[in-house]
């Protein structure tokens, strides 16, 4: 069973720039189609980006396509976030997901009930 962790969250101004990692262990991440998700005080875990298990495909939310970038290294077992442009409403918890059964599309499209594995978040804040 693959575990999740990510790093890289912390707080940034409006228009800024983080890069998120995470790193997998316990499994070979090149099995996995991977997912950022992302949920803010109040409100529902939200699908951010989801990227194919060679990296040739990727997926993103209207909210935040064109500012950030999902990629992955396989080689390192790590998955990134770079996210430009920050704005106030970027600011939330950000998970990193895998799934082995699924594809990318399925994942970004089907929503994350099924999604099976979860890191436990790093915090993203933005001041304005």
């Known amino acids: 069973q693959v575990q999740l962790v990510e790093s890289g969250g912390g707080l940034v101004q409006a228009g800024g720039s983080l890069r998120l990692s995470c790193t997998a262990s316990?499994?070979?991440?090149?099995?996995?189609?991977m997912a950022w998700y992302r949920q803010a005080p109040g409100k529902e875990r939200e699908s951010v980006a989801t990227?194919?298990?060679?990296?040739?495909?990727?997926f993103y939310a209207e909210s935040v396509k064109d500012r950030f970038t999902i990629s992955r290294d396989n080689a390192k077992n790590t998955l990134y976030l770079q996210m430009n442009s920050l704005k106030p409403e970027d600011a939330a918890v950000y998970y990193c997901?895998?799934?082995?059964?699924?594809?990318?599309?399925?994942?970004?499209?089907?929503?994350?009930?099924?999604?099976?594995?979860w890191g436990k978040g790093t915090l993203v804040t933005v001041s304005s």
């Open positions: 997901a895998a799934d082995s059964r699924r594809s990318a599309f399925l994942v970004f499209s089907q929503g994350l009930d099924d999604v099976p594995y």
């Open positions: 316990g499994g070979t991440l090149s099995n996995y189609a």
């Open positions: 990227i194919s298990r060679n990296g040739g495909m990727t």
